[in-house]
């Protein structure tokens, strides 16, 4: 049996994994269920999966929580804070961790279950963004494995023979990331001056959290994805290669020095990434309905709109400049997609915002984790200030 902390257990990956989970209590348990400030959401989910634990990250909902839980007749115990989200990660409860908490905020806890030696489900790719090197890291010294779920990068896994091996021995030649395009696709700047959060966050084909789906409608979703795709399989930038596939049904592809080229195949459904991670290297059932491919139709391919979508450019920017550039791209990121999402930020100011707060700081070495915490508030910060001087 294996005992699972999903953390981020009210989002949309949270449901996907819990869905799962269900599927097979012969296999796994949630044991740990944690989110940010959704109490009520959290203790429905206790009630139905008896974790022995339930974390809320925001302190001041400590007793909230053990209230309601005590009022809901549930054993499980509660606790509170980031410093319990990741004790919580790296305790005795779990020998698997989903990490999907949204941005930055997950890259503790996502620290704090490599270096434990947990198997890491990594959802949060903001964190390998920021940290990738120290990540990776953290990993090897703690033992365990780290499985990705983001449903490209579990594509590439399972594309590449014995999921991360060196790309040259292997006969890698690229790494082909497919994007969907997102809401967006075909438009030009001049279409997306007026675009309102649920415009952005209406994506055809994936139903997900509302940061990663403006990330989507930007591109820097992608973006995003390249660096990930870097650290997580040591590809060169120039190695990377996105292509826009509007159906979303080839999840990725490897391409070999021989001409050969691997993809990874399936409905549009996190469910499989997320069954794959947890039974690997056994398959199991994911509740994910078969693919029918002669009902799907053609399958088109075309390169991404890098003048209309600039964010793309602006991590491949940020991944060349190395070392803090990619943590200042995700900080300056967060700050403008959260403006955006509150209404107080023009949807094509995205990635001016960004550009601005990348051409302000200049990229440094990476000389731990307590530099990375303060670039990403310093980055923050000037991305704050610009917003209000320039964009607002
Ligand atoms: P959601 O917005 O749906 O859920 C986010 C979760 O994180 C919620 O449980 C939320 O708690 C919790 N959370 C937010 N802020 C904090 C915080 N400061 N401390 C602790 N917990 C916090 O996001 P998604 O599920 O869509 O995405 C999660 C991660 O997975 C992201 O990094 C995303 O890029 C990645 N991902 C998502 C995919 C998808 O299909 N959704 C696909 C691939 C990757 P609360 O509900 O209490 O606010």
Not at 49 to 67: G, N, S
Not at 163 to 178: E, F, K, Q, Y
Not at 301 to 312: K, S
Not at 361 to 382: C, F, K, M, W, Y
Request: glycine share 8%; with cysteine; hydrophobic share 50%.
């Amino acid at each position: 049996m294996r005992n699972v902390a999903i953390l981020g257990a009210t989002g949309s990956i949270g449901a996907s994994v819990l869905d799962v989970i269900a599927r097979h209590p012969d296999r796994f348990r949630a044991s740990v269920l944690a989110a940010h400030r959704k109490v009520d959401e959290l203790v429905a989910l206790c009630l139905r999966f008896k974790p022995d634990l339930a974390v809320i990250a925001d302190a001041a909902l400590e007793t909230a929580l053990r209230d309601k839980l005590v009022a809901a007749g549930l054993a499980t115990r509660a606790a509170a804070g980031m410093q319990a989200l990741n004790d919580a990660a790296s305790g005795e409860l779990c020998d698997s961790v989903v990490a999907a908490i949204v941005g930055a905020a997950g890259l503790e806890s996502t620290l704090a279950a490599a270096r434990a030696g947990k198997r890491l489900l990594l959802a949060n790719k903001e964190s390998v963004v920021m940290a990738g090197p120290l990540l990776l890291d953290a990993v090897h010294a703690g033992g365990g494995e780290l499985i990705p779920v983001d449903s490209e990068h579990n594509a590439i896994f399972q594309c590449l023979p014995g999921g991360r091996p060196d790309l040259a021995a292997a006969g890698v030649r690229r790494i082909l990331l497919t994007a969907s395009g997102g809401p967006f696709r075909g438009k030009k700047r001049a279409d997306l001056a007026a675009i309102t959060p649920d415009q952005a966050c209406a994506h055809p084909k994936w139903n997900m959290g509302r940061k990663i789906s403006v990330d989507s409608a930007t591109l820097m979703n992608k973006g995003l994805e390249v660096i990930e795709a870097h650290w997580l399989f040591g590809a060169t930038p120039m190695q990377i290669e996105v292509v826009v596939h509007p159906q979303s049904l080839v999840h990725s592809l490897v391409e070999y020095a021989d001409g050969s080229v691997l993809a990874q195949l399936g409905n549009p459904d996190m469910r499989t990434a997320l069954a794959h991670a947890l039974a690997w290297p056994e398959r199991i059932d994911a509740g994910v309905a078969p693919l029918d491919l002669v009902k799907s139709g053609a399958l088109q391919f075309e390169a991404p709109d890098r003048d209309t979508f600039r964010c793309l450019d602006l991590a491949y920017r940020a991944l060349v400049e190395g070392g803090t550039a990619p943590t200042v791209l995700n900080a300056a990121n967060e700050v403008a997609v959260g403006a955006f999402l509150e209404g107080s930020l023009p949807f094509l100011a995205i990635a001016e915002l960004i550009e601005a707060t990348l051409d302000a700081i200049s990229a440094e070495p990476v000389a731990g984790i307590e530099h990375l915490v303060h670039v990403d508030l310093t980055a923050r910060n000037v991305a704050q200030r610009k917003m209000r001087q320039e964009f607002c």
